[in-house]
């Protein structure tokens, strides 16, 4: 009796999203995000799995952080940054998208190699 209970109300739960995250960084400035039902951190030394009611949390992230939802699950991409995370409530201030400054390294050296050509 009691394990159809259990059963009945972490059914209940699915789909219910009411962790909410807030995005902050120098490019995009705040974003927010509604009804997200996991946040996924993949960090060069852990990886975490964030759901409802998870206990108070901080911490540095040097990797990728993914929220999913019920129909989706959104990527942030490779990061460097700082993350809390309480009363289901997931912050994150981004020190930096590592992808784009690899993109704007290859991007420069590019046009270096292009202007040596042309010499």
């Known amino acids: 009796m009691q394990d159809t209970?259990?059963?009945?109300?972490?059914?209940?739960?699915?789909?219910?999203?009411?962790?909410?995250?807030?995005?902050?960084?120098?490019?995009?400035?705040?974003?927010i995000f509604d009804e997200i039902v996991a946040?996924?951190?993949?960090?060069k030394d852990y990886s975490l799995?964030?759901?409802?009611?998870?206990?108070?949390?901080?911490?540095?992230?040097?990797g990728t952080v993914e929220f999913l939802t019920n129909e989706d699950s959104i990527s942030l991409g490779?990061?460097?940054?700082?993350?809390?995370?309480?009363?289901?409530?997931?912050?994150l201030m981004v020190d930096?998208?590592?992808?784009?400054?690899?993109k704007a390294a290859e991007e420069a050296e590019e046009k270096a190699e292009e202007t040596a050509e042309e010499k």
């Open 5 to 31: 209970q259990n059963n009945e109300y972490l059914d209940s739960l699915i789909g219910t999203g009411i962790i909410q995250a807030r995005v902050t960084d120098f490019e995009h400035g705040l974003r």
């Open 39 to 43: 946040i996924r951190v993949k960090s």
């Open 49 to 62: 799995l964030i759901m409802e009611d998870y206990f108070p949390i901080m911490g540095a992230v040097t």
């Open 78 to 91: 490779q990061l460097k940054g700082y993350y809390v995370h309480r009363n289901n409530e997931f912050r």
């Open 96 to 102: 930096e998208f590592v992808e784009e400054k690899k």
